[in-house]
Structure formats: structure tokens, C-alpha cells
């Protein structure tokens, strides 16, 4: 039989146990998150990357450029807000395929390989993951094109940044390529990228035309240059 003593200082140690989780609060669910994998030895500019997209927007990309395109094969990182719009439609491409439960790899053969793509959704009670080369589901298709499209737009931003150490006289060149892919639809979520487009619009080191197609991109993207100051030099 336990002692008297031994028993208080169980019950002590119960209720301080109770008392530190009351402080705390009940622990919070884990907030629904979509998962975008990629990989493919030949995928240029990337041969692998990773996204994770939180319901709030907060978003983690993690890639590895293909030495071949870019000369880097380094990985690289980047922490940016996706846009509501987007991360409300994804949410909902997520919801309209049951959550990535089940198989969605096309059955057509001899279809051209692309990389091997992988959705996930994780969430307080439902978890899902599908892995394919080509899908013919609009709502994975859909989700598979947003993830491209935001990669390209990442890619443009460390080539902008190498344009804007190195060789600044090419980067008009450079921004007509992403004004381009832009109006064909083939870049998403400039506003992650806004710090270079800025640094480039304000500098007034930078060819005329350079500033004002970083400009453009920034008005796009939502990010108004700033009103330049009395005696500051105009572009």
C-alpha cells in the first residue's frame, strides 16, 4: 500500500500537470496545408523542388536548380505570403478531388514524361497524397499549372538578382522575358519577388527602360513604387 505521503504528492503533481495545460490551452489543430513536390533529372530550371502552402497563405518553396540551365545547382530557399485568391483556389482544387485520395494518374500510354509530381494534403482530420506524371483531372492539372507558374516566377527572381549584380546592362532583356511570360499566363505570385523588382525600379543606376518595366511588374503584382521625394532624381 502506498503511503500517505506518496499519495499527496501524486495528487500534487496531477493537478500542476491540470493547472500548466489549463494556462496553456488546448492545444492547437494543426492548420490544413497543401504539399507540391517535384522532381526530374532533366526539368529545367529546376530538377527538384518542393512547396508548402499553409491555409493562411504562408508559404515555404525549397528547390534545386539544374546546373545544365542555370549553371547553379545550389538549393535554394524562399518564405513568401501566397496570394488569397490563389490559396483559396487551391484549397478548393484540393476539396474537389477529395483531398488527393485515390488515383489520378492518366491511363493513356505512351504520354511524354514530365516529372514525377506529388499532391498532399494534411489536415486536422483528413490526409491525402497522389503521386503522377500526367493527370488528366482538371482540378490536379489546375493545381500542377499554379505550382509551375509560381516555380518560373521564383527562378526569374534569383536570375534578376544575378542580372542586377553582374550584368546590369542585360536586364532589360530579362524583364521583357517575364513581362512576356506574364501576359501568356506562365508566372503566378510576382509579389514574391518583389524585393528585386523594387531594388531595380528605384535604382537610378539602371537603365530607363529597366525601371520602368520593373515598375510595370510591380503594378501588376499589386506593389506601387513609392512616390519619389522632392529633389530626388525621376526616371
Known amino acids: 500500500m502506498p503511503s500517505y505521503r506518496t499519495l499527496l504528492a501524486v495528487l500534487h503533481l496531477s493537478c500542476l ?97 514530365t516529372g514525377t509530381k506529388t499532391l498532399e494534403y494534411h489536415g486536422p482530420a483528413i490526409n491525402g497524397s497522389t503521386t503522377y506524371n500526367y493527370s488528366p483531372n482538371p482540378n490536379i492539372q489546375q493545381l500542377t499549372r499554379l505550382f509551375q507558374s509560381i516555380a518560373v516566377t521564383l527562378e526569374y527572381g534569383r536570375k534578376l538578382a544575378y542580372q542586377y549584380r553582374f550584368d546590369k546592362l542585360g536586364m532589360d532583356a530579362r524583364l521583357r522575358e517575364l513581362i512576356d511570360l506574364k501576359n501568356n499566363g506562365q508566372v503566378e505570385e510576382l509579389q514574391a519577388i518583389e524585393p528585386i523588382l523594387r531594388k531595380i525600379a528605384e535604382d537610378d543606376g539602371m537603365m530607363h527602360v529597366a525601371r520602368l518595366e520593373a515598375k510595370q511588374l510591380l503594378k501588376s503584382a499589386g506593389q506601387e513604387t513609392p512616390t519619389p521625394k522632392p529633389g530626388s532624381s525621376q526616371p
Open 17 to 113: 500537470a491540470v493547472c500548466t495545460q489549463a494556462q496553456q490551452g488546448p492545444l492547437p489543430a494543426q492548420e490544413p496545408t497543401i504539399v507540391f513536390k517535384f522532381n526530374w533529372a532533366q526539368g529545367q530550371p529546376w530538377v527538384d523542388y518542393i512547396f508548402t502552402v499553409k491555409a493562411s497563405g504562408a508559404t515555404h518553396f525549397s528547390g534545386t536548380g539544374n546546373p545544365a540551365d542555370n549553371g547553379d545547382g545550389d538549393s535554394f530557399q524562399q518564405d513568401f505570403g501566397m496570394s488569397s485568391a490563389n490559396v483559396e483556389k487551391a484549397f478548393e482544387w484540393a476539396k474537389a478531388t477529395d483531398y488527393f485520395q485515390g488515383g489520378f494518374e492518366t491511363k493513356q500510354k505512351n504520354v511524354a514524361r
